[in-house]
């Protein structure tokens, strides 16, 4: 029996890295974490993200890098993966670029920009590469390609851990208020009724909408569930770190505080939110507008 060869398309894909998760950022960016543990993103959908055409070929998207943002092709150069072929879960393939990459590529535009360099036609782009840099100076891109393909409910237990004790405190701490009047009120207007009562019980819609907004959109399951079983007659947040936890849940209740205040009922609130955040198993794909015709 003769040995059968493999057709060179099929070998060149087996000696390629393969992509193990996959899915699309609240950003817009598809996100892809290799199976050697990598994690990056799928490169056509970064050209979209900072307002480029989606169909610039990878050589003409590589010269505008060499020229607008430099650091971002040295950042692919010392990381070894300047535009790496990979081959994608339904078989095809895609150039992918490691995490760190969108944050410089970002940064050279604005810097660019800033320095008078971009032509008229390009000035679109500096509205998309602020919203980049800070929300990824926010979470960082590892946590959000990790969020977005749901690679955060495979990472090694000791990852997990890690974040456990991160966002977890070993005791629970004295009671502080963290939840104060102007939120509760911003939250009853949506329904309608004020918040004046201090003693007064308020409806169980308002810890669900905490709970759906607030902690569900800063804290992974695990480490909502893990404090959920500690709490006995403490609050939730009396078990958060200082330095973690409570920095993460005060910056999202003050987010949501704010669109609660520029809505006109509950179902515009939860509109603006599901655009605003995104929480696990949550399909929502940001695009920024392009520059109108002159």
Known sequence: MTDRKMPPAQAENKSR???????????G???????????????????????????????????????????????????GS??????????????????????????????????????????????????LIEALGEVGEVALIHEATGYQYHRAPDALQDLFSKLIRETAADWERRFHPEYYSALCKLWGFKYGNKHRALPPVIGKVTMDWVYGVVFPPE???EVKSRAKSEK??????????????????????MIARSSVDYKDFEARCSVAFYRPG???LMNFPQAEAA
């Open 82 to 131: 300047r535009f790496e072929e990979v081959v994608m879960p339904h078989g095809g393939s895609a150039v992918w670029v490691e995490a760190g990459f969108l944050t410089k590529l970002a940064g050279g535009i604005i810097d660019s920009a800033l320095r008078g360099r971009l032509k008229a036609n390009q000035k679109h782009m500096i509205a998309p590469c602020q919203a």
């Open 236 to 257: 939730l947040h009396q078990w958060l770190t200082e330095e973690g936890g409570l920095k993460l849940l005060e910056k999202q209740r003050d987010a949501v505080m």
């Open 282 to 284: 949550q399909q929502v």
């Open 17 to 27: 890295p393969r992509v193990a998760y996959f899915g699309a950022s609240k950003l």
């Open 223 to 225: 480490i909502i569930a």
């Open 29 to 79: 960016m598809e996100c892809a974490v290799l199976d050697d543990g990598r994690s990056g993103y799928i490169q056509r959908s970064l050209q979209t993200a900072v307002g480029m055409n989606r169909k610039l070929p990878v050589r003409a998207f590589e010269d505008f890098c060499a020229k607008f943002a430099p650091k971002a092709l040295e950042f692919l150069e010392k990381s």
